[in-house]
């Protein structure tokens, strides 16, 4: 303040201006009443871990990829969104919450093990569940995106529970993507769970296709986060990103 | 008249009731330099006091329009409808749509289409609160605090109702309130605001607003509430700020 007696009028009133803003915003106590995190953009992944996926590295390559894919949501920093990530498992008897949704910078990763049986039906109502449940994601929150992976048949009844996914209210709005690994994959069954008509499914003929389809949701998911409307789909062509799958 | 005000003002530093807002352009439309696509507007007349806030839909090309013709034909319908003694509420809202339409022509409504909440304290001195699509509309009279427009209509940040959309009064929620001896304070917001409120923090914050602006003269008042919405503190926050609040205080007599 001493130094604006020295200044011209005007910059001087500036100053002074500027200096009491600054005070008012040392001051201001409305961050008491506002959300102290930005809007969550849920990514759900569900993921088969039945017995097959354990034969020709499958398991650890779908490991690694969901790992890099946290890290890769970690390492960036221009977001409009905080992306908040969710694993289920279907595999052994039950389907199972591996990953609570949580901000992707504080998750440790714990990796997966194959086991048993596809009980795919179990994973879309836990999806449902929590997709509908407003303590978990918020309506603030972007529109979740919801990714299906599996190498066989679900072995549980899985028309009503996609039914239901399909037709929720809040579930219904999620984008979904799938893939199939291995010759094995219900085509029909992962095409059922599409959000689009004009979607497709992924193939991962060879394990390190998995890799490739992770890259290319991380980068579906990063797009929309800097994009002035995170809500909207984002359509990226594999091809012109070079990603074989 | 004008001169009980002055000296109730300046002298007594007394006022029955006040109203202040203010709107900013959120961080997205400020880079892209694309306009705030929120409205608001004050006025006092004979009706009485009325305060409006009007939210563009992001996806129309004349959001911002429509969300500014908004607040002009809430003005114009209250002028006209306050003439008419006992004429429904229900009036009101159909008066609103028709105006925003006329005023709007030949732009088509479904490329504007806009929130629309507003706060009238008539001169008898009921209160209507209320508006159609999403936003905070809260009303606190003593300690009882009501939330007229809260919770999303929809979830997932996607706005579904407002002008241009509704095809029915029955989409407003309005909510009437009769004359009190009590402090009553009414706050309008557009969802740049609401979606970043912890939601039961709504009590906390509207005493925020009393205590950090009742004291202030308009233009502080103005300055201060258009700072705070500047520096809002939700990080990563995106969208444009609107805000209008009208207070009646209650005072002891010195």
């Known amino acids: ?96 919450l591996h990953l609570p949704l949580q901000p992707a910078d504080s998750i440790k990763w714990l990796p997966m093990k194959a086991k048993g049986r596809t009980p795919m039906g179990q994973a879309f109502s836990l999806a449902q569940q929590m997709i509908e449940d407003k303590s978990i994601i918020p309506s603030r929150a972007y529109r979740p995106t919801v990714i299906l992976v599996s190498d066989g048949v679900p072995t549980d009844d899985w028309h009503g529970p996609l039914d239901q996914l399909l037709n929720s209210e809040r579930a219904s709005k999620a984008i979904r993507f799938a893939m199939g690994v291995g010759e094995e994959a219900d085509n029909g069954t992962l095409n059922s769970f599409l959000s689009s008509n004009e979607a497709r499914v992924f193939h991962a003929h060879e394990a390190r296709n998995i890799k490739n389809f992770f890259k290319w949701v991380t980068m579906s998911v990063t797009t929309r986060t800097r994009s002035a409307t995170p809500d909207m789909e984002v359509n990226l062509n594999p091809n012109e990103i070079e990603l074989d799958f | 008249m004008k001169l009980s005000w002055i000296f109730r003002e300046v002298f007594l530093g007394k006022k029955e009731i006040y109203s202040f807002g203010a709107s900013e352009c959120g961080p997205l439309h400020c880079s892209q330099k694309l306009p705030n696509e929120d409205a608001w507007l004050r006025l006092s007349g004979s009706f009485g006091l009325l305060a409006v806030v009007c939210d563009g839909m992001g996806s129309k090309p004349n ?109 407003w929620s309005i909510m009437e309130l009769p004359p009190t001896n009590k402090e009553r304070i009414a706050v309008i917001a557009t969802d740049g605001i609401s979606d970043d409120l912890i939601p039961d923090q709504l009590d906390g914050f509207t005493q925020w607003l009393i205590d950090e602006f009742a004291k202030l003269n308009p233009y502080m008042r103005w300055r201060k509430l258009s700072n705070e919405l500047k520096n809002w503190p939700t990080p990563q926050h995106l969208d444009d700020k609107t805000l209008a609040v009208i207070h009646a205080p209650v005072y002891r007599e010195r």
């Open chain 2, 63 to 171: 959001a911002h329009i429509g969300s500014k013709i908004a607040c002009l034909a809430v003005k114009e319908s209250v002028q006209r409808w306050s003439k008419v003694s006992g004429a429904p509420i229900s009036y009101l809202l159909h008066l609103i749509e028709v105006t925003w339409r006329l005023r709007l022509h030949p732009i088509e409504p479904d490329t504007a289409v806009t929130t629309c909440l507003f706060i009238l304290v008539l001169k008898n001195k009921i209160w209507i609160v209320g508006g159609l699509g999403d936003g905070l509309v809260l009303v606190r009279t003593g300690t009882d605090l009501k939330v007229v427009v809260g919770e999303r209509e929809e979830d997932f940040s996607n706005q579904t109702n407002g002008l241009g959309i509704s095809k029915s009064t029955s989409s």
């Open chain 1, 1 to 96: 303040m001493s130094n604006a007696k020295e200044l011209p009028n005007a910059l001087a009133h500036q100053t002074r201006d500027k200096a009491n803003h600054d005070k008012e915003d040392n001051m201001s106590t409305l961050k008491e009443f506002a959300m102290a995190s930005a809007r969550p953009l849920p990514v759900m992944l569900l993921l088969d871990i039945s017995g097959s996926m354990g034969t020709n590295g499958k398991i650890d390559i779908l490991n690694e990829a969901v790992s890099e894919m946290i890290e890769t949501f970690v390492g960036e920093d221009d977001f409009r969104a905080e992306i908040h990530v969710s694993v289920i498992t279907f595999g052994g008897q039950e389907a199972k």
